[in-house]
């Protein structure tokens, strides 16, 4: 059995958007946004192995992935660089968070990494540092790494840690791939909306901007959104193409699940509020 102090083998968690606006746009194109994460005890699961040489090696059920693309990759380097640190690493993936659904994976996957490595190449870097790094990689790995539900701001790096009462979703995902890129240059998206609280949130006064337009570019969305709505409240998650529903139990959650139809996938899952990816460091080494 491998040293538990040269391999770890950690959740990256999904999450999702409880609502999603753009307020407005920086000079550099950059859109600003408001949301509020939630993380959902549903992983991809990362396992790293500390290497002698300042090697990354990635092990991933991604074939389509060269690995200098992928975010995994990019995180082990950019940590090792940072560092110095002439340890390497090998990574091994093993996905469940389908690509391209706006859940998260790619973003959690590399805060998982960072995290991790920091542990394992015992670099001692704190949790805003790790986080600063993070956003190099991409907007939404700060919110990863930091692993609390928050209220997001600015492109999705201001964060603020609130308190989001848990319940048990169904997250139905058609099988379908969004190009995030594709949807920020789409000309029906709404790019001024009013400024959000908390209690317009609450107020049930929140969307997802980018809802109607993956609704509009891909049926599958929309077609999957009416079959959920029969059951619940349903919105887009992200800017891709997974949606979902909060219901009052598990077991609620799970027999809307067995009707789901056989061209679209899906999964239950309970919110988190602590990201799992720590639930699971606290006990290692607490």
């Not at 059995?1 to 968690?13: E, F, H, T, V």
């Not at 396992?47 to 389509?64: F, G, N, W």
């Not at 999957?224 to 979902?244: I, R, V, Y």
Request: glycine share 6%; net charge negative; charged share 15%.
């Amino acid at each position: 059995m491998a040293d538990p102090l040269l391999s770890l083998s950690l959740p990256a968690p999904a999450k999702l958007n409880l609502f999603l606006h753009i307020t407005g746009q920086r000079a550099d194109g950059y859109h600003l946004l408001q949301t509020l994460f939630v993380f959902l005890d549903y992983s991809d699961t990362i396992t790293l192995t500390v290497l002698p040489q300042a090697e990354i090696q990635r092990i991933s059920t991604i074939v389509d992935v060269p690995a200098e693309q992928d975010l995994v990759v990019r995180a082990a380097k950019l940590l090792q660089q940072v560092t110095q640190t002439p340890k390497g690493v090998s990574i091994q993936v093993i996905k469940r968070l389908p690509m391209g659904g706006g859940l998260g994976g790619g973003s959690s996957d590399a805060a998982s990494v960072l995290v991790g490595l920091n542990k394992l190449w015992d670099c001692g870097l704190s949790i805003d540092e790790l986080a600063a790094l993070g956003l190099r990689l991409g907007a939404d790995v700060p919110v990863f790494v930091k692993g609390q539900s928050a209220w997001a701001e600015g492109v999705g790096e201001i964060l603020q840690a609130v308190s989001v009462p848990q319940q048990w979703y169904v997250v139905v995902h058609p099988n379908v791939h969004i190009s995030t890129a594709k949807l920020f240059a789409h000309p029906a998206l709404t790019r001024n909306c009013q400024a959000s609280t908390m209690a317009t949130f609450l107020a049930g006064q929140t969307t997802n901007v980018f809802e109607p337009v993956v609704k509009e570019a891909c049926p599958a969305v929309a077609k999957a959104h009416n079959w959920l709505s029969q059951f619940a409240k349903t919105s887009l998650t992200g800017s891709g193409a997974c949606l979902f529903a909060a219901f009052e139990s598990q077991l609620e959650a799970e027999q809307v699940l067995l009707q789901l139809p056989q061209q679209w996938s899906g999964f239950v899952a309970q919110s988190q509020m602590i990201s799992p990816l720590y639930q699971v460091l606290n006990n290692q080494y607490s």
